[in-house]
């Protein structure tokens, strides 16, 4: 039996909210581009563009639960894509420059964990330091241009081969999705980041060593950076410095619009995958409707600051409310 308590909190909860934004986002552009956006082929195209922000958020999710954040993601994603650009340009095999590119990310990942939890750095400020660094440092490695001369065909591997007759990129959505709600709901890693993320305290005197927790968290995030940077080098076929400005952006937006707290202690990681297609969703549609990109950015904008006020304001209100009126 469905308890009325249930139904409240399926009603005022994130979930509910984010299928309401996805289906009216639908709508709007089915009526304004019917012949166009409501393709099969373009939904397709919009799960093959959200792939490596669904990859990356569904890592920095776990790493939200925590209270924590990480804003080199896009600095992280250029930064390896050069590198791995720069490997298959040199005669490595795909497998060795995407190794080469990992453990990059893995450093970073790294040293994000370390300043925040052996240094005591804000979350903020250690990942905004090492956004600038990979960034600089990718630009320094590509000498300030795309690296793209003289780069062979076997680059494109990822981008356009398909396995029964799916592409690649949808079969990475597809294992990002299981991997990571299977950690979020059936391992300790996700059980102990929201247990930081709620009260650190108190996980720190139940005998949780929240700062390796963190540092694993982090170095995940590293983990799926990278391999976004690889994704989007074999797409374009090259690896661009000033590429993935703003990814970041759109990875805490996805999480955000998916219902995850920047506080911590509450996210989902099937939320963020909604969330990251809507983020597409607008991109492609907008695009669809000959929109500019600065428009877009200012929706992108209006949009994170109505997400903050609905889910921790309007939502919570109303959950309480209900909750109350149920007791009385």
């Known amino acids: 039996m469905i308890r009325k308590e249930n139904i409240y909190k399926f009603f005022s909860s994130p979930i509910f909210a984010i299928l309401v934004i996805f289906l009216l986002i639908n709508i709007f552009f089915i009526v304004k581009a019917p012949d166009s956006f409501f393709q099969l082929k373009n939904y397709v195209n919009i799960l093959r563009q959200s792939a490596t922000i669904i990859l990356v958020a569904s890592a920095a999710t776990i790493l939200m639960m925590t209270g924590n954040i990480d804003l080199s993601t896009?600095?992280?994603?250029?930064?390896?894509?050069?590198?791995?650009?720069?490997?298959?340009?040199?005669?490595?095999?795909?497998?060795?420059?995407?190794?080469?590119?990992?453990?990059?990310?893995?450093?970073?990942?790294?040293?994000?964990?370390?300043?925040?939890?052996?240094?005591?750095?804000?979350?903020?400020?250690?990942?905004?330091?090492?956004?600038?660094?990979?960034?600089?440092?990718?630009?320094?490695?590509?000498?300030?241009?795309?690296?793209?001369?003289?780069?062979?065909?076997?680059i494109f591997y990822l981008a356009e081969k398909s396995f029964l007759s799916i592409p690649i990129y949808i079969w990475i959505v597809i294992i990002t999705l299981v991997v990571f709600i299977f950690i979020e709901k059936k391992t300790l890693l996700g059980k102990y980041s929201l247990a930081i993320g709620g009260n650190k305290n108190a996980a720190i005197f139940s005998g949780i060593n929240t700062g390796i927790i963190i540092l694993a968290i982090y170095i995940v995030v590293g983990i799926a950076a990278s391999f976004a940077g690889i994704m989007t080098a074999s797409r374009l076929g090259a690896g661009d410095p000033r590429g993935a400005y703003g990814f970041e952006f759109d990875v805490i937006l996805a999480?955000?619009?998916?219902?995850?707290?920047?506080?911590?202690?509450?996210?989902?990681?099937?939320?963020?995958?909604?969330?990251?297609?809507?983020?597409?969703?607008?991109?492609?549609?907008?695009?669809?409707?000959?929109?500019?990109?600065?428009?877009?950015?200012?929706?992108?904008?209006?949009?994170?600051?109505?997400?903050?006020?609905l889910y921790e304001k309007v939502l919570k209100n109303i959950g309480n409310k209900s909750l109350i009126s149920l007791k009385s």
Do not use: E, H
């Open 255 to 309: 999480i955000l619009l998916g219902g995850t707290k920047l506080s911590g202690g509450k996210g989902s990681v099937f939320g963020t995958f909604i969330g990251a297609v809507i983020v597409t969703i607008l991109g492609n549609g907008l695009s669809m409707l000959n929109i500019l990109i600065f428009w877009q950015n200012i929706l992108k904008g209006v949009m994170f600051i109505f997400i903050i006020v």
């Open 74 to 154: 896009g600095s992280v994603v250029a930064f390896s894509a050069v590198i791995y650009a720069l490997c298959v340009k040199s005669g490595l095999s795909l497998i060795v420059g995407g190794a080469i590119a990992i453990i990059c990310g893995i450093i970073v990942g790294i040293i994000n964990g370390v300043l925040v939890t052996k240094f005591n750095f804000p979350p903020f400020i250690a990942t905004l330091g090492t956004m600038y660094v990979c960034r600089g440092i990718a630009l320094i490695l590509a000498k300030g241009t795309t690296v793209r001369d003289d780069m062979p065909l076997q």
